[in-house]
């Protein structure tokens, strides 16, 4: 409705113009125009491969978190091992509480703290992991990388007379401390030095990496089953009460330098 001017008679002082008010009427069936309709491709979206991708990443993620988080909390019930600190150093060790046959021990790449995986990375000492889907649907693989995590818990003050004891330790839990056999494990690479400890003679490496494949199902209409791809460290021969346990690591491959240009 547009505001009009009313106009008065100067005279008599009667309006001679009025405020006219129009309603447009409701459409009818028999007057309203009819809208043009079409169809989204929904079937075929869901049929694409850019739509099969969709999330994959991240339930394929989750999958394998969940599978470490069930090794994580299995952990300790199994151990066959302990983790030792050098006092002046601060350096790490992993030894055998007591004779272990050969493939007796397992640790895994745990990751609780961080219950992150990357799609990409250039870690120096990432573990990668493979994800396969198995059965009747076409097999999808992907692959992640788990990065090292490993932190303390703090220590609680101690007495004037246990500072001389060592062994003599409190310790206060936050939360923020992880401590898997899987990252403190050293690692020893031929030929570049540094693999002694203690002025010794040469580490001898003890271990190494196996892959294992666990498998994370899904289950109704769809049925769904992963095969988890883990690297697992494992003692390759017998290990003694005390004996270190080492794995042997690659060489890094060095950069080949660019030639300069004239």
Same mark, same amino acid.
């Given at each position: %409705?547009? +505001?009009?001017?009313?106009?008065?008679?100067?005279?008599?002082?009667?309006?001679?113009? $009025?405020?006219?008010?129009?309603?447009?009427?409701?459409?009818?069936?028999?007057?309203?125009?009819?809208?043009?309709?079409?169809?989204?491709?929904?079937?075929?979206?869901?049929?694409? &491969?850019?739509?099969?991708?969709? #999330? =994959?990443?991240?339930?394929?993620?989750?999958?394998? @978190?969940?599978? @470490?988080?069930?090794?994580?909390?299995?952990?300790?019930?199994?151990?066959?091992?302990? *983790?030792?600190?050098?006092?002046?150093?601060?350096?790490? =060790?992993?030894?055998?509480?007591?004779?272990?046959?050969?493939?007796? *021990?397992?640790?895994?790449?745990?990751?609780?703290?961080?219950?992150?995986?990357? !799609?990409?990375?250039?870690?120096?000492?990432?573990? $990668?992991?493979?994800?396969?889907?198995?059965?009747?649907?076409?097999?999808?693989?992907?692959?992640?990388? @788990?990065?090292?995590?490993?932190? @303390?818990?703090?220590?609680? +003050? =101690?007495?004037?007379?246990?500072?001389?004891?060592?062994?003599?330790?409190?310790?206060?839990?936050?939360?923020?401390?992880?401590?898997?056999?899987?990252?403190?494990?050293?690692?020893?690479? &031929?030929?570049?030095? #540094?693999?002694?400890?203690?002025?010794?003679?040469?580490? =001898? +490496?003890? %271990?190494?990496?196996?892959?294992?494949?666990?498998?994370?199902?899904?289950?109704?209409?769809?049925?769904?089953?992963?095969? *988890?791809?883990? &690297?697992?460290?494992?003692?390759?021969?017998?290990?003694?009460?005390? !004996?270190?346990?080492?794995?042997?690591?690659?060489?890094?491959?060095?950069?080949?330098?660019? +030639? $300069?240009?004239?």
């Amino acid at each position: %409705m547009q +505001p009009k001017v009313l106009l008065f008679d100067s005279e008599t002082q009667l309006p001679v113009t $009025k405020q006219v008010i129009s309603f447009l009427e409701e459409p009818t069936a028999s007057t309203a125009v009819p809208h043009a309709l079409f169809k989204l491709p929904v079937a075929e979206w869901q049929q694409s &491969p850019v739509a099969k991708q969709l #999330g =994959r990443p991240a339930a394929f993620g989750s999958a394998v @978190l969940l599978t @470490l988080w069930a090794r994580h909390t299995a952990a300790v019930a199994d151990a066959r091992c302990e *983790i030792q600190v050098d006092v002046a150093s601060g350096k790490r =060790r992993v030894v055998v509480l007591e004779k272990q046959d050969r493939d007796a *021990i397992g640790s895994w790449p745990c990751v609780p703290k961080a219950s992150k995986v990357h !799609e990409k990375s250039t870690h120096a000492d990432r573990a $990668k992991v493979q994800v396969i889907v198995k059965g009747d649907m076409d097999i999808a693989l992907m692959t992640f990388y @788990l990065h090292p995590e490993f932190k @303390l818990p703090i220590e609680a +003050p =101690r007495a004037e007379a246990a500072v001389s004891d060592t062994q003599q330790r409190s310790w206060k839990w936050d939360g923020g401390e992880t401590m898997h056999f899987f990252w403190a494990v050293r690692k020893v690479i &031929p030929g570049e030095g #540094g693999n002694a400890r203690d002025g010794g003679a040469d580490a =001898r +490496p003890n %271990m190494e990496l196996q892959e294992r494949e666990l498998a994370v199902c899904v289950t109704g209409t769809c049925g769904l089953v992963l095969a *988890i791809k883990v &690297p697992v460290l494992v003692n390759n021969v017998p290990a003694m009460p005390d !004996e270190e346990v080492v794995y042997e690591g690659t060489p890094k491959v060095k950069a080949k330098a660019q +030639p $300069k240009k004239s």
